[in-house]
Nanobody
Framework: QVQLVESGGGLVQPGGSLRLSCAAS????????MGWFRQAPGKEREFVAG????????YYKDSVKGRFTISRDNAKNTVYLQMNSLKVEDTAVYYC???????????????WGKGTLVTVSS
């Protein structure tokens, strides 16, 4: 069983930066691929970024490529999402999730955090 706790959300102006963290409990964190998802009001949850267990492969939603960076530290059981050049449309609750599978989509993720709110507004 893996428990996930996100942190680092908040209010930021357009063009600003935030770094989200997701701390995982359990000794098997390094076996899981990790993903960041987000859900804006009135919209479905969507994939933002993903990373394989080794960190060797990363994946991004097209609209965040070049602005967001996912990384992980298996020694600290933590995955990060560095978000730069934030836009108003990035406003959402951000969730981290874990899966032992190969497919990083919401329906295949096995464990979820409770989310952290990111608000981009002037």
């Amino acid at each position: 069983q893996v428990q996930l706790v996100e942190s680092g959300g908040g209010l930021v102006q357009p063009g600003g930066s935030l770094r989200l963290s997701c701390a995982a409990s359990g000794s098997t964190f390094s076996m899981y691929a990790m993903g960041w998802f987000r859900q804006a009001p009135g919209k479905e949850r969507e994939f933002v970024a993903g990373i394989r267990w080794s960190g060797s492969s990363t994946y991004y939603k097209d609209s965040v490529k070049g602005r967001f960076t996912i990384s992980r530290d298996n020694a600290k059981n933590t995955v990060y999402l560095q978000m730069n050049s934030l836009k108003v449309e990035d406003t959402a609750v951000y969730y981290c999730a874990a899966t032992r599978g190969l497919v990083l989509v919401a329906s295949t993720m096995e464990h979820w955090g409770k989310g952290t709110l990111v608000t981009v507004s002037s």
